[in-house]
């Protein structure tokens, strides 16, 4: 195997491991964000109501 196919496959591999663990996180952790914002639309919304 030749240096750059080793690099290439050392790239790839990086990329594809960073790619799972950020989904393998998003996935653990959904509540996080879209919660905050459910919060803050929420507390908006009832702010003006009031």
Do not use: C, E, T
């Not at 290439?8 to 790619?19: F, W």
């Not at 996935?27 to 803050?40: C, E, F, V, W």
């Amino acid at each position: 195997m030749s240096g750059a196919g080793v690099v290439a496959n050392v790239v790839g591999g990086v990329l594809a491991l960073g790619l799972v663990v950020y989904l393998f996180i998003a996935l653990i952790k959904p509540d996080r964000n879209s919660g905050a914002k459910r919060h803050r639309q929420g507390w908006r919304s009832g702010d003006g109501r009031a």
